[in-house]
């Protein structure tokens, strides 16, 4: 299972990383999200699950159980990598209007 | 009065203040930034009063003890002492600044002031050296800002650049110079260092420290070699300059030294070092003194030269102990920061600070009270008898020969009169501006500049005590320092000793500098260091833009490009650690063939989102590998992660389909091939090194699982069975309050960008389907009550805060889709902006209830007998409010103007 781990981990982050250098904003947000999908994965499985452990829930299955402290962290990556890549799209969002009203960009417009 | 209410009313108060008046309209700005040097004042008087019963000393809080960090104040003679300088001094400045800029200064101004010093304050009291370099740099940035102004002018901006360069080279070497005092001595709390003092000092390897944390001193009071960077400062407003560069910051150095001596003042580094630097100051900042045109840098060259002469004498008194320096300190502080405000007066009068233009001029009838006051302010400048000035350098001149010896005690009394000798040369040349012969301008008929009566009041005030123990020290001396020697009287005569010889010297040499000054201001320049300094500061700026330029052109691409080639190396570093560290066993827990269906969905999702043209098509193979990702972590066991990940997967689906509407049409990929190539080769290269790391790191020797420890602590300390849940609330809480944070930002980011501007409230809010939309409304209420049980019961099982939070964001996205986003816009709009407050304020809250019961931080309190009140439910209901608040704002700033 590792080995099938690491190669999805190793596609969704290379996917990720050549939408992410595109000059175009839309990729870039689509990049955003595969990266940390594959970066997610790649921290839960380098902490390593001893075959056959349970869930980290004292007393819902036999010890051993999984180390909880990755799953913690995870969590709430997850939740901040949709934070952000929500920002982004507001922010893409926002320059696709500004491109389109022909403001020219400038700071010097803004409110 | 207890340590930490004074820290409270001299640190946070001023600070919470100086926020506080950013907020208001500039004339509450003026009236209420007085409270911070009252507050200061009268927190050092009483503290004053309440020496005899020896210092205090409190540790407010443990930071991290194995690092010896602590924020710890030491409340002793020399603390309460500075910190009522900062405070009277602050209060004559302050009221000063009123009068002199009147409705002109800024908030940010008065805010800046009074930030500048709380740190003052804080780094006077300190008791770790830490706290103490905190402070230290906080008075670095804010008086940098301090003399910058508003940025308009080049001087000040330049002078604003060197003053921060030079103190933060100080800065640095203080930090180095404090982490390897740790390490020899074993603390950074500077009462623990006194009472170490003998063996400390005996200790070879403490030259090192010593010596740099000197050099962060001297650089901090303008001390050669780094005396140029004060008369730079010099474009900074007066009422600052008189406060920064004459009472507190440039002091700072001082205090640093005074803290130290009784620690290390017996090392053989301390005599010659301070002497040595502290003495040629004294003559190379007297003599640029006496060559200034401008009343302000003579003010400033006078003021680096007697701050040599102060550390001079904590060069000679390390050996015997502490005395008399607060006298010396005071008595400086005092007449400098007086003459500082009388030019800022002249400047108002007169209309300039020019020597040139001044000394020819006559003005003494028409300002006889300034020119009188003027007057003592020069004279205690000069070192003239009967006035404070001269007890301060007879009692220098008397360390100085008591403790040199050999031949260079006459190379140190030759500087020490040579440097009389300047001052009061440069002190006469001073003195000499309302004494010309020309009638002033007022007289050709221009008209007087009105000016405030404060401006010439605050500076009487100040220079009260040099006429007053002038004559009679001993008072002032007892108080400063009870049990130490000073004559009863005036002590003008006190035999025909070497003393006296040496003053006289002085002074003869003193009528003929002034005879001579205009010669020597006109002759060529000798002192090219302050260019170098300028130099130094242009090429500093230069190599900054240059790395910027070299790092930061070229787009967003470029900048990721390196980012990722950084990490990568990183990786590379890391994966042959890893691979070091053992053999990969490439196949362990090869029994799950069920590993496959989620690799399938991962490998088709990462390849549809490179490959699909349409965008839409992308967005739904980017949910599929999400999906397939969750499946994994079901696989390894983590049941909270899947919740979440399925949740969050649907969400962004959403926010993607969303925004999509909004955004212009997907363009095929712009760009040359060869550009694509490189992006692809960097894809490749991370993707390879991520799949690698994993397989590293499963053939690495399995090493303790950090969280066993939380597992074990789950249900005894935590009081739950879920340990995911019971780390993000209770043991790592912290953490979780600041990514709660982060998302709160992130939304106000979304508003302020798409909130606010544009896009018209558009479209009739008309359902487009009957059912759907029964199903949403009537869906809705069950859906709650099901994210309710879910936050419930995630302390024992999988769910919680942010889980539930995602199923009622999902169940507002799909009533959005149901209704239309301008009916849920309407509905949702202003309650969640309420709820992100609110959410944020309720997790910040419920962990610092503990606080009443006198518990640390995060230690969550029960309510007996029922399973779910506690404040762990509340900090998570916190986040629940919050997550369910981020979405609403996503959604409803992406559905904007939609129909």
Known sequence: ?111 | MAPTLAIVLTVLAPLALAAALLALPPPWARRLCMLGPLATSAVGLFMWTRLGSGPRRALLLEVAPQLKVNVSVLFDRHAVFFLVLVGLVGLAVFQYARAYFGDKASRGFWALMLAFMAAMSGLVVSDNLVLLYLFWELTTVTSSLLIAGDGSSSDARRGAVQAFLVTEVGGLCLLAGIVLLGQVAGTLEISQLVERGEDLSDDPRIAAPLALMLVGALAKSAQFPFHFWLPGAMAAPTPVSAYLHSATMVQAGLVLVARLLPALGRSPLWMPLLATVGLTTFVVAGWSALRSWDLKRVLAHSTAAYLGLVTAYYGYIGASGLHDDLMLVANHALYKSALFLLVGWIEKVTGTRDLRTLTPERWVQHVPVGAALFAVGVLAMAGAPLLLGFVSKETFLQALLEEERGPTRWIAAAAATLGSGLALGYALKFGNVFFGREPPPLDRGHPRHEVSRWLVVVPALLLVPQLLFGAAPRPLAQALEPGTYVPEGPAVWHGADLLMGLSLAGYLLGAVFFLAWQPIARAGRLSSLEDLAAALAKRSLAAASWASRAVQAGGSSRHLALVGLAAASAAVGLALAVAGAGRPALFPGGDRPLAWIPSLLIFAGAGGALLLRDRASKAVTLGMAGFGVAVFYALFRAPDLVLTQVLVESLSLVLLLLAFRKLPPLEPEPGPAAAKVRRAVVGVTLGGLAAALVLGASGAPAAEPAGRLQLARSLPEGHGHNAVNVILVDFRGADTLGEITVLVIAALGALVLLGRSGGAEAGTGKPRSRILEKVATGLLPAELVFALYLLARGHDAPGGGFIAGLVVSLAFVLSAIALGAVVVRRRLHQPARGALAAGLLVAACAPGLALLWGRPFFTHLRLPGSPVLSTTFLFDLGVFAVVVATASVFVSALARGEP
């Open chain 1, 1 to 111: 299972m590792i080995v099938l781990a690491a190669a999805c981990a190793g596609a969704l982050v290379g996917a990720g990383v050549y939408l992410l250098l595109s000059p175009d904003l839309q990729r870039v947000v689509l990049g955003f999200l595969l990266l940390s999908n594959g970066v997610n994965l790649t921290v839960l499985s380098c902490a390593r699950p001893p075959p056959g452990a349970s869930a980290p829930i004292v007393g819902a299955g036999p010890p051993p159980s999984v180390d909880p402290l990755p799953q913690a962290f995870l969590l709430t990556a997850i939740v901040i990598g949709l934070g952000a890549s929500a920002f982004l799209l507001a922010l893409a969002v926002r320059a696709s209007r500004r491109g389109a009203d022909g403001e020219g960009g400038g700071p010097a417009r803004e409110r």
